[in-house]
């Protein structure tokens, strides 16, 4: 599933089970909490606006994974 195209819309549960190889970039980008159950039912897009993070950067660097 490496040419899934990663949207703000998705949730981070499917994003982990597209590429899980996004963990990592997750973490990166301050995202520690990505592991908790309640993490798999928020969207990208609601991770960026809880954490901080430039919604737009973040898409590119996992479309790009």
Same mark, same amino acid.
């Given at each position: ?20 190889? @996004? ?6 980008? %301050?995202? %520690?909490?990505? %592991?908790?159950?309640? @993490? ?11 954490? %901080? ?6 898409? @590119? ?5």
């Amino acid at each position: 599933m490496a040419d899934v195209q990663i949207n703000k819309d998705m949730y981070l549960g499917e994003l982990l089970e597209a590429k899980p190889e @996004s963990a990592y970039l997750l973490m990166s980008y %301050g995202m %520690g909490c990505i %592991g908790c159950a309640a @993490s798999q039912m928020e969207t990208i897009e609601e991770a960026c606006m809880v954490h %901080g993070i430039n919604l737009d950067r973040l898409l @590119s660097d996992l479309n790009r994974l």
